[in-house]
Structure formats: structure tokens, C-alpha cells
């Protein structure tokens, strides 16, 4: 029996009909793009929370943006770690050490030498920034954009070699693909090809030494397009009802390889809020300078300001969501004195297109050459 439409009353026709959003990028690859519609604050203004402040008192640091670099390149306001001049050489040279392997090691897949390659172009200085701050044994678990934090650990660059090519010194015997490093002396959890698998990984390992009455916690990272994977979600709810001592990193460059923001959630509000519905502290950093990275991992790790890991590594807190970066903020200077790295930066994220280029090409050629000396 068939049956009767409902009345033109009932179904709705006096009312506007919907319509589905379907994100769409401003720019396309090829395209100039601007990215003044972005306040990146002063650096310096952004306030301090104190250390025992609770979770609720910071939800508007998501929103926000800390930096500590100016554009003069000095180390400004209450989030200055106050780095010596030697950690500031050590991480500037692990820096670019990362970006000369990147470069040599791409050419080589390119040359049909490996299969593949994943470079951390612009995005050094959230790896090694945070290896500096963490201590040596705490365990990392990576994307595949943080080899710099292998390289900052002053891991070996032939042993790395080794596993991109597969060949008989790999010390995992080709069962990973190129680029997922694993190692247990260096407390590198094994990269996985799967989107936002460390996750879950890194809460349970930080659970686990809570458990144990241990002192190290867990660090991880993802990028911006890994946060709408169910795991992202589901370690995110793990840390906050077991406050694991663990710091959950998320690097917004902008483009998740082939999809943008936009379908992460990005164009409703920043990645940092994901925190705040699951009553984690969570900041909101520009991922590009590497004290601004630097002060943000080590307060999450070492002194328990904005991300609830108490003093001396107590596994009662929880460190999540320390999030970084709003852009690249790319970080390219070769240089090995603190002063004339002040002088050389050119790879400020406001900086001109084609002097940000220029300097690329230079320290580039730099730094293979240096390179190559090494080995």
C-alpha cells in the first residue's frame, strides 16, 4: 500500500532548505598565500599561568599564542628560559644538522637510491627544541617529522642511514619502511606509517610508569590532520581520567599532506581548544623559534606550569597538549655563535617569500657541504 507524502505543512516547505559545509582551502598549492587573516601576538605579552594553577584558569591560553622570540630575535618576557649561550650552539647546530640530512637524504630518494623520505623542513626546531628539554631518558614517540629529535640525542647519522636504505647494517632488517627509526638507547619509539597510533601508545607507556612509580613520563607527537583520528581522541580521553605524566604535541603547518586544515577542524577554532574539552591544560605556541618550543616542553616536563606534570617528574599530573606551531616558522641558520645567529635569521615567519628562499639556498649548500665533511 502506498504511502501518502506528508502535507506541505508538515514537511517543512515555508523553511530555507539546508546545506552542507564542505571546507575549501584559500590557497592551493601554486598559489601566493597570505597569511595575515593569522594575529600572531607580541612576543612577550602572553602571561605566564602560575604552577599550581588548575586547567580551567588557562583555557584562554588556547587561543592565544606564546612567544618568546622577538623579531630582533631576542629572548623576551615572563616565558624567557634563559638558555645559555652553549644549549643555544648545541641546539642551533642539531637544528641544522637536521635540516643538511634532510636535504642529502632526499636528494637520494629522488636519485631512486631509497623508496621514500619525509622531510621536517620548517618544523626542526619542534623536535630538537623539545629534546633539549625533556631528559635523555624520557620516551618520545614520533611522527615521521621528528628525526630531529634522534639527531638532537646525538644519535648516529649512519645508523639512521643505515635503515632508510634497508641494506645490511639496518639494525631492524628492513621490516620498517624508510624513515621509522626505532630505538630503545635512544628513547624513540617506533614510527608507525598509521595516523595517530603513537597516541594511544604514548598514554599507555606514561600509565605504565605511573604505575610503576617511575620518573619518566612520555612525549608524543602528531600533526594537525591526525586530530580527527579516532586514537587522537581516545588517548586524549585515557590521559585525562588517568592524569598520565605524557605531553601530547600537535604541529599545525598549515596542510596535512593533502588535505587542509579545514577538515581537521581548523576553520572553527584552533587546535590547541581540543584540550580544553577534555579538561587538559593545554597552550597554544609558535613552534617555529626554538626557545619558544624549548620553554613551552620543558615547563610541560620539568616544572609543571601550564601543563600539569608536577616537580621532579611526579606521574600524578597530566602534561597534554602542548601544542606547537601556527606555520612553519621555518628555522634555517647554520651559524655557530649565538650573536651572529641573531644577525643571520632569516627564516622568520613574517619574513619576505623571497628572502626566506634566498636563505634556504644558502644555508643549504652549507650545510650538505658540512655534511659531507662529517661523514
Known sequence: ???????????????????????????????????????????????????????????????????????????????????????????????ALTRAFDERMFRAQRQG??????KSTGEEAVAVAAAFALDRDDMCFPSYRQQGILIARDWSLVDMMNQIYSNRADRLKGRQMPIMYSTRDGGFFSISGNLATQYPQAVGWAMASAAKGDTRIAATWCGEGSTAEGDFHSACMFATVYRAPVILNVVNNQWAISSFVGFAGGEATTFAARGVGYGIAALRIDGGMAQNAWFAQFLADV?????????????????????????????????????????????????????????????????????????
Open 113 to 118: 637510491k631509497t623508496s621514500f623520505y619525509m
Open 303 to 375: 616544572l609543571g606550569t601550564p601543563v600539569e606534570v608536577p616537580p621532579s617528574h611526579e606521574t600524578t599530573g597530566i602534561g597534554a597538549a602542548t601544542l606547537a606551531g601556527i606555520g612553519s616558522g621555518l628555522f634555517s641558520d647554520a651559524s655557530e655563535a649565538a650573536d651572529r645567529w641573531r644577525a643571520d635569521r632569516r627564516y622568520d615567519a613574517l619574513m619576505a617569500p623571497d628572502v626566506r628562499d634566498a636563505a634556504h639556498a644558502h644555508w643549504t649548500e652549507v650545510l650538505t657541504s658540512e655534511l659531507a665533511k662529517s661523514l
Open 1 to 95: 500500500m502506498p504511502i501518502d507524502s506528508p502535507s506541505s505543512s508538515a514537511s517543512g516547505a515555508n523553511l530555507p532548505p539546508l546545506s552542507l559545509h564542505i571546507p575549501e582551502p584559500q590557497y592551493r598549492p601554486g598559489d601566493t598565500a597570505d597569511f595575515s587573516n593569522i594575529e600572531v601576538l607580541a612576543a612577550g605579552v602572553t602571561p605566564r599561568p602560575d604552577s599550581a594553577a588548575d586547567a580551567s584558569t588557562m583555557r584562554d591560553m588556547v587561543y592565544g599564542l606564546v612567544r618568546v622570540l622577538d623579531d630582533e630575535g631576542q629572548a623576551v618576557g615572563a616565558w624567557n628560559p634563559r638558555l645559555d649561550a652553549d644549549t643555544l650552539r648545541k641546539m642551533l647546530r642539531a637544528m
